[in-house]
């Protein structure tokens, strides 16, 4: 076998269940599950409808450019929400549709990066775990960035030394972040193009959350929306990666796409068509009309920002945390290790959440999961509110 599969850490959610093997909940109180991103909202109706309508297309292959249908309606979508201005991506070149953005992170960097180059690639500390898993089988080091509190949980780029930026292949961004909420502003974006360019590697920007924002006169920007801005028609050395998952709560559906950079892009397109990841056409007959609506994304996150309104009022006076920015998640400290915080959580209130360090690794400057928890804000508001109330009563025990 692959001997760099040794060098995976286990997922999160395997750690969970084995933190949660040996407790026992209340049985008289329903299970309120708060630990996995999983959207919960119902998924428009209409997605539903195209893909019963394109049984037809179960009798095609699909290949790796996905349809030109679809392409186009992405390339409009991005064009209209980063006001990127018309005609800005080239739907022939600067798209594939990927089987959500966790096959194509992953399928990007084996791609991009060169077994053989003693390369890093830098990523935010607490992240995705794909972003290592994918970084370790490419044969690369990952590098971690610590997100903290004192630097707006935002990656230090001028923590890295010149030395590191040389090796680095591949920089991967999360903006809105994961577990954080953080948005990344034009300045910052712009910081780390320069960074690419001086030292000649590429931006991978994970954007899944770039429609569930907390204010709607402040939508997330995109990498692409920056390049713009500086001139770099091309996107060179960038590529973004966006999801029905989040933005239309259908993560069942496994539909995302990657764009950017068109030389990036073509590489990207070889390796995917020997990869055998094409998205079957059905799915991208019902992701087409995902990418062209707005008004289910829109009622979509009013209810979220309906959850943070209501639970934040509770949570407030036992954990010391605020709303972010952006995605739906809380990123709270615990008053206590944060794996006993989710265990006595679990065993007590049946409400499950994430302990931070399984999210994150250990560093020269520290753990930034260790004491943390994340709250995902998915089930319904009234389940919400409940499980807010569980940790609320749950807290003022400790």
Known sequence: MN???????PYPFERLASLMASVTPPSGRAHIPLSIGEPKH????????????????????PVALGTEALRRAIAKWLERRFALGEDAVDPRTMILPVNGTREGLFSFVQAAVDPSADSLVMMPNPFYQIYEGAALLAGAEPRYLNTVE????????????????????????????????????????????????????????DECYADIYLDEARPPPSLLQVCRAMGRDDFRRCVVFHSLSKRSSVPGLRSGFVAGDADIMAAYRLYRTYHGCAVPLA????????????????????????????VMPILDGVLEVSAPAAA???????????????????????????????????????????????????????????????????????
């Not at 209409?46 to 297309?57: H, P, Q, S, Y």
């Not at 909420?181 to 320069?194: N, S």
């Not at 020269?364 to 409940?386: H, M, W, Y």
């Open 328 to 398: 739906f998640y809380l990123w709270a400290p615990t008053p206590i290790d944060d794996e006993v915080f989710a265990r006595d959580l679990f065993a007590r209130q049946h409400v499950t959440v994430l302990p931070g360090r399984y999210l994150s690794r250990p560093t020269d400057a520290g753990d930034p999961g260790v004491g943390r928890v994340r709250i995902s804000l998915v089930a319904n508001t009234a389940q919400c509110v409940e499980a807010a109330g569980r940790i609320r009563d749950f807290c003022r025990t400790l």
């Open 3 to 9: 001997p760099l599969l040794r060098r995976l850490h």
């Open 283 to 310: 799915v991208q007959r019902a992701s087409l009309p995902a990418w062209e609506d707005e008004a289910h994304v829109t009622a979509s996150r009013l209810l979220y920002q309906e959850k943070f309104e209501a």
């Open 42 to 61: 119902a998924p428009p109706a209409f997605v539903g409808e195209a893909l019963c309508a394109a049984t037809d297309a179960l009798g095609t292959y």
């Open 150 to 205: 004192t630097n707006g949980f935002l990656p230090d780029l001028d923590a890295v030394s010149g030395a590191e930026w040389d090796r680095c292949a591949l920089l991967f961004l999360c903006s809105p972040g994961n577990p954080t909420g953080a948005v990344m502003d034009e300045a910052f974006l712009r910081k780390a193009v320069a960074l690419a360019d001086r030292h000649d590697f590429v931006i991978a920007a």
